[in-house]
């Protein structure tokens, strides 16, 4: 395909930002990228930023090391803290400890050698401060960790301007007709746009997206708050990101990190689809008294909570999670020149290399051959 084609990306999370970085990277320069607010605006700027391989499966394994080796790079390259704080998941029964087994092996294979299975005795005695009544054990990534993704997705947004790429900020599409050559017209709120192709990387607001151009994507929002306590007792050591939830297990569990002696960050965690879907457009606001209540519940069952532990700032984001919480990146049959890169629930981060690659691939070729052990495809919902 020739480097001519223009390419519109609409939103600058980290999906569309991957995506427009990975273009340029395959050598495509006639990229627009249109945001609605800033970089980071939406999912991205509000997330935890945890990156992590302590996945079960061979295909969730595969992409989010591609998403740690990617970060790591990007850390190196332009500047961000790549943090190791590490990433340790609690298994409930002797069945997730076998689960996780699998796990190291199958990291293995991708040369991740350091993860550990660790006893609930040994979890205490490296953390006194974490508590494993319950649970059989849990696998550890040490070197696991977190990015700070709204400064990812400034500083991403930074290298686009630097290589000339256009970022169109507080530019909203509003609307998409086809041109008498079959070419896109995206009406914005800055004027018109023509592009060959379009990407929606509107996070939250992609199913909205997909419906403009007629090409309608199955998507629901679901609100996960977080919030941050301070304690006057400092944790020594520091608690790494501690994850209380098996993927598949069909419950939800707590999650917390240590982002300093005496301050954890706290939040709740399920792939799947469990309320009543949110409307991207509404003002979330700080994390609503019943999730405080649960937290305030759930948290002394998995840390000697400190003393003078007091609540601090919270806020509500949204996981954009598609039918069955796995990423959609493709085209539909509606139309094979929008592309759709999103969907990817509470591990966007992670998977935005994964998922950007793809989306690139598929724009420049029309398929994508990186991730074959991937299933994001549309064909899988019936779409393509
Ligand atoms: C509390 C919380 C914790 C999380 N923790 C993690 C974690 O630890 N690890 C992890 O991997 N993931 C995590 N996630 C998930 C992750 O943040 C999201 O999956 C990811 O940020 C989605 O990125 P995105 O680029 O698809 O969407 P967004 O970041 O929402 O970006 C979409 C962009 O599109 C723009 N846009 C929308 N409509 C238009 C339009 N019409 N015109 C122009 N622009 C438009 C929006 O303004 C927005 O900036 C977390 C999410 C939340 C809420």
Known sequence: MSNDRRIV?????????????????????????????????????????????QYLDRSGIHVRDFGLRYFERFADDHGIALVRSGYLR???CDADMELFQRSLDIQREFGITDPVLLTPREVE?????????????????????HVESYEFSLRAASVLVARDVPLLLGVALLGAERDANGAWTLQTSAGDVTADIVINAAGPWAKHVSELFGAPMPLNNQLRPKVKMTHSEPLDPMVPFVMDYVPGS???????RSEAPNEIFVGIHTDESIQEERNPDDVLGPAPQVFIDRVRDLLP???????GLVLGRTWSGLYPISPDNKPIVGASRAAADVVHVMGAGGSGIQLAPAMGRMAAEIALTGTTTSFPDTDWGTARLGLA
């Open 250 to 256: 069909g419950r939800d569990g707590i999650y917390f």
């Open 125 to 145: 005695e490296r953390w006194p401060a974490l508590v494993t009544d319950g649970r059989v054990g849990a696998v550890f990534g040490p070197s696991d960790g």
């Open 90 to 92: 609690y298994g409930g």
């Open 301 to 307: 069952t998995r840390l000697r909570v400190p003393q």
């Open 9 to 53: 990306i609409i939103g600058a999370g980290v999906a569309g930002l991957t995506t427009a970085l990975e273009l340029l990277d395959q050598g495509h320069t006639e990229i627009t990228v249109l945001e609605q607010h800033g970089p980071g605006f939406g999912s991205s700027g509000k997330s935890a930023g945890v990156i992590e391989t």
